[in-house]
């Protein structure tokens, strides 16, 4: 999968060209290894890979005797890895070969060992692991300063875009949000791969299982693997603290659901005092399980210097995981509560994964995490609570701050807002605000807000989007009411005069659906007059992946396939090219063999006495049977399709 940390590697191999060691840190399950291997393949002539959670003790050893001879060294770690290294010509050349010490915890000496091999400068060296400051993993070593240290956090929303196969809604986004521009007919488009994104979450294996599956089941159980990996972690490597450990994370669900989200230890234990937790939350925080939030004093320059560590907000650091750890109470989070979250029906205090979400975004694009909290009981002007707060990377004479709210500002839509800090209550009426969508604050600059509204503008906006969405919430309740109809077709055609563009084709794609990972569309030959159906390919007709006459679509080795996007379904519906060229075809049959609809083909090319005795007869069983189904006259004219649309899938069985 596509990652912004490649281009950080890439950046370092140019610059530091092997005067330091990189060291990348990250939660378990987050795709270091990977990423690091890939970069090792396509960026330097030979690598070895030393992973020590799994590594012979005898490689562990090399790194106690042979420290004093390098040479030794390197020539017995390339006899055990059959792997040959190629050391620098010159010392101001990029390097040829890498070293990578994977999971570096489990071997301290070997991280000790990087003041010297990177003063060797043969090769460059890159480091990965979890845990990385625990006291176990670094005691007894001096801790190398020749070390450049970056964090990988599980993939946001952009790259989440990238892996569904969507290159272009991103650099849409930040387009539309330059030029002061609303989204229009894609903001539903983004809205719902942003929903996708808050359930699936960032953790590559179960972006990977959804890419494969767009099964939300199967994605669970992959999340459920990685949260019982990390409740082993706990158990084995908090020493001395997993009881308390254990305790925090089993209580990040149930904290964040309150509407007061700040961490109250008296939920784990009666009269406990963050002194006695500190170490735990320092543990998960280490191993990147968790992003901590801390209260700063005062709302300006220099957060940390106000910071104060007895008050904190503990957030999960993937929001999938922490749906997937908050709704566990059958093993497995089910169908349907997934289908509530997708379209906004979920009775839960929802503000809990928008919150969460934001945290992991902005933690994804390097900023710490402050909030500020002021619960004066003297002054009710004075009280305020701020979600987050993040400091501008330039200081300037004013408004070095920018505050985030999350804000529930219409039944369940949640706003997020950020805007330039007023000093107090008083007055606000001068000050400027600004507002930005949730989804891009992990790829759009957040202190470059662009044109600033007032206080009234801002309010105008506000009413604005209050009316918007009461609208929005009419349409999705009357469609949502359209699709549980028994007698669905039946009744769009006198409906079809109340339907918006996108409402139809709304109808349409849950009507006719199929398999969304793959569709085909309809080709025609003006040369032969020949025409028939193909699946949708990224490749074709590229001349170095597409070999049509070697090989069959469905068996090509470089067969990439184009899910069904809203773009397809509209041209097809719009009918605008003259050869039915735009005309596309689902596969009805899904992965786990269940279908949507039946359709029953009568051909006047095989019928005795014509096709619509037959239709008719087909449907009066059908009538009988108190089964709703639909007439279709064909595209030539000589035959007609009877349409019969389930309400949940149904199992599919060959018959010969």
């Given amino acids: 999968m596509r990652r912004k940390i490649y281009d950080k590697l890439l950046e370092w191999k140019r610059i530091h060209k092997g005067d330091t060691a990189l060291l990348i840190e990250g939660a378990r399950r987050i795709g270091k290894s990977y990423i690091v291997e890939e970069f090792a393949r396509k960026e330097y002539a030979s690598y070895i890979l030393v992973d020590f959670s799994k590594v012979n003790p005898q490689v562990m050893e090399f790194f106690n005797l042979y420290m004093d001879d390098l040479d030794m060294l ?19 050349e990029e390097a040829r070969s890498l070293v990578i010490f994977d999971e570096v915890q489990f071997c301290p000496r070997a991280r000790a060992a990087i003041k010297h091999l990177v003063a060797d400068r043969r090769y ?23 070390e450049h240290a970056i964090e990988m956090f599980p993939m946001d929303f952009e790259e989440f875009l990238w892996a569904m196969g969507d290159e272009v809604l991103m650099p849409y986004i930040r387009m539309r949000f330059d030029k002061h521009l609303p989204m229009e007919a894609f903001h539903r488009r983004a809205m719902d791969y942003f929903r996708q994104y808050l359930i699936v979450g960032g953790m590559p294996q179960a972006v990977a299982k959804y890419m494969e599956t767009r099964d939300f089941g199967k994605v669970d159980e992959v999340k459920r693997d990685i949260l019982a990996l990390y409740r082993n972690d706990i158990h084995k490597y908090a020493d001395n603290q997993e009881t308390k450990v254990a305790a925090i994370f089993e209580e990040i669900p149930g904290q964040l659901q309150k509407h007061e989200k700040k961490f109250v230890l008296s939920a784990l234990q009666s009269e406990a005092r963050l002194r006695d937790y500190s170490q735990a939350f320092f543990w998960l925080s280490d191993a990147k399980i968790i992003n901590c939030c801390y209260n700063s004093t005062e709302p300006s320059i220099g957060l940390k210097l106000n910071e104060e560590r007895t008050t904190l907000k503990c957030y999960m650091g993937d929001t999938g995981l922490l749906i997937s750890h908050a709704f566990d109470e059958r093993g497995i989070v089910g169908a ?22 934001v945290a992991q975004m902005l933690r994804a694009a390097g900023h710490k995490l402050y909030f500020f909290s002021n619960s004066s009981r003297t002054s009710a002007d004075d009280r305020m609570e701020i979600d987050f707060l993040i400091a501008k990377p330039v200081t300037t004479s004013r408004h070095n701050i920018s505050p985030i709210f999350i804000e529930k500002v219409h ?25 930005v969508p949730a989804f891009i604050y992990d790829t759009v600059a957040l202190n470059d807000m662009g044109k600033q509204l007032t206080y009234q503008e801002l309010l105008a906006a506000y009413n604005k989007l209050i009316m918007e969405n009461e609208y929005l919430h009419k349409k999705v309740d009357r469609l949502q009411s359209l699709l549980s109809s028994r007698s669905v077709i039946s009744t769009l055609s006198t409906m079809k005069q109340h339907l918006s563009l996108e409402e139809k084709v709304d109808v349409f794609r849950n009507l006719f659906k199929g398999r969304e990972d793959v569709f085909a569309r309809r080709w025609y030959s003006r040369t032969s007059g020949k025409s028939g159906y193909q699946p949708v390919c990224r490749n074709e007709w590229d001349r170095l ?3 049509k006459k070697r090989y069959k679509c469905t068996e090509c080795p470089n067969k990439s396939f184009k899910p069904l996007e809203y773009e397809d379904i509209y041209r097809h519906l719009e009918g605008k090219n003259s050869d039915g060229q735009d005309v596309i075809g689902a ?3 899904l992965v786990d063999n269940k279908c949507n ?7 006047d090319k095989s019928c005795e006495h014509g096709y619509k005795k037959n239709v008719l007869a087909y449907v009066e069983v059908c009538n009988d049977w108190s089964i709703p189904c639909s007439i279709e006259r064909s595209r030539s004219g000589n035959g007609a399709h009877v349409w019969i649309i389930f309400e949940q899938p149904e199992g599919s069985e060959i018959r010969y």
């Avoid at 349907?336 to 979400?357: A, P, Q, S, T």
């Fill in 74 to 92: 390197f020539m017995n770690l390339e006899l055990y890895f059959r792997r040959k290294l190629t050391p620098r010509q010159t010392k101001d």
């Fill in 124 to 146: 460059d060296y890159i480091e990965t692991g979890s845990l990385i400051s625990i006291k176990k993993n670094v005691k007894d070593i001096m801790l190398p300063s020749e």
């Fill in 336 to 357: 349907d509560l997934y289908r509530k979250l997708m379209f906004d029906k979920l009775e839960v205090n929802e503000g809990m994964l928008v919150e969460n979400i």
């Fill in 411 to 435: 039944s369940q839509v949640w706003l997020p807002v950020i805007h330039t800090l007023r000093a107090s209550r008083q007055g606000c009426e001068n000050r400027r605000w600004h507002c």
């Fill in 545 to 547: 992946l597409c070999d």
């Fill in 587 to 589: 596969y009805a049959i």
């Fill in 597 to 603: 609809f039946l359709c029953a083909d009568f051909d």
